[in-house]
């Protein structure tokens, strides 16, 4: 069994910073993209950054901003926030697509989720 474990959200002042992890466990045979979304309140979830061999991707509300990073060894990835705005809060979810044997195709997985709250 896969599972994603995210940590490092928590409540911040805007202009301070955040690091976020998510690491995955369990039957993995490879792993290829990994990314956050984060979703907020009344929002859809939306893409925040992504990352796979060659191409990383950010939305354009971060970009600048965060820096999306990974561990293959650890098969972590992380999310560096930085100058955090008010406008960032939300939940964040990490996702990967993982081939969990020799034999199985790419699916989807998701974190449970972390909070992060930017504000005064």
């Given at each position: ?8 959200g928590?409540v911040?002042?805007?202009g301070?910073?955040l690091?976020?992890?998510?690491a995955?466990?369990?039957s ?9 979304y ?8 939306e893409?925040?950054?992504a ?8 939305a ?8 999306i ?10 999310l560096?926030m ?7 809060t ?10 969990a ?8 997985y998701?974190?449970q ?8």
């Amino acid at each position: 069994q896969v599972r994603l474990v995210e940590s490092g959200g928590g409540v911040v002042q805007p202009g301070q910073s955040l690091r976020l992890s998510c690491a995955a466990s369990g039957s993995i045979f490879s792993i290829n993209a990994m990314g956050w979304y984060r979703q907020a309140p009344e929002k859809q979830r939306e893409l925040v950054a992504a990352t796979r061999v060659g191409n990383t991707n950010y939305a354009d509300s971060v970009k600048g901003r965060f820096t999306i990073s990974r561990d293959n060894a650890k098969n972590t990835v992380y999310l560096q926030m930085n100058r955090l705005k008010p406008e960032d809060t939300a939940v964040y979810y990490c996702n990967a697509d993982i081939r969990a044997t020799y034999t199985d195709g790419y699916r989807t997985y998701w974190g449970q989720g972390t909070q992060v709250t930017v504000s005064s």
